[in-house]
DNA sequence: ATAGTGTTCTATCAAATATAGAACAAGTAT
DNA sequence: ATACTTGTTCTATATTTGATAGAACACTAT
């Protein structure tokens, strides 16, 4: 297990980028509705870092509504598809990222062109590797 | 002085706020090319924080581009306009961001919509206020 | 000279991060 | 039933970050 990277000398809190890891490989169509995720015990010991911080990545993506736990079958994939929220969170979450870049004079057209470009490469993955 | 608005209750460090607040201020036109901010004290005095925030936000504003240091005149406004950076820094702030509003079933298009919706806010904003 | 720039140094306190070990209720496997 | 695994919760500790504070420095403006 499996695709995951993380790097240790990252400014990013580890439990943030193991919630990252896993939003992109949902994104990427490696990951898919279903899907059982590593025990947080199991887990941790394949990236070797503790069971409290892969415990704590788990409980942030259940709040943001990525997974469900079940009972049986540990962390499940189970995307609550809250739109009206997803829209006021991408709201704010680019509010200053295109300020930003707003300020450093990337034109509207061009910041469409990166979106593009992010969104196309998830379509340009295959999604059939079975990664967990 | 002025506009900035910054909540004490947020998770988010003070110093990243008044980051935030200048970098909007310069999108949304009310800061200009070429003014001086506030010296550190004397906006540390303003919103009630402490002096060494406040040289902190400074900081990462010359850091990434913003102000330059002058003797004469403290901290003023000159964005470095390195369109290439600014891409490349484009393309790592959206791609969580754009990965997480992905698998919430935010559309390309819906997408699209909220980037124009904020680039469209700068625009409307009337940018003759004497703000500093 | 006096006052004001940003900056740098030490210091302290609170909070966040990551680690560790132990235990719990619930479910699975044997 | 027994043993094991699931996420979760509790206490505890070490490290780092954020925010505060006071002092001082080199430079500039008046």
Do not use: W
């Amino acid at each position: 297990m499996f695709y995951i990277q993380i790097d240790f000398n990252s400014d990013e809190a580890l439990y943030m980028q193991l919630r990252n890891q896993i939003i992109y490989g949902l994104a990427n169509d490696v990951i898919h509705e279903g899907d059982s995720l590593p025990s947080v015990r199991q887990l941790a010991d394949t990236i070797g870092i503790n069971m409290h911080t892969v415990n704590k990545a788990y409980a942030v993506l259940r709040q943001e509504g990525f997974v469900k736990l079940d009972r049986r079958r540990g962390a499940v994939i189970s995307v609550d598809a809250d739109k009206m929220q997803a829209v006021k969170d991408l709201y704010s979450d680019l509010s200053v990222v295109l300020a930003k870049a707003s300020c450093k004079g990337v034109s509207r057209s061009e910041i469409h062109d990166v979106v593009d470009k992010i969104l196309n490469s998830y379509e340009e993955e295959d999604g059939q590797t079975d990664a967990v």
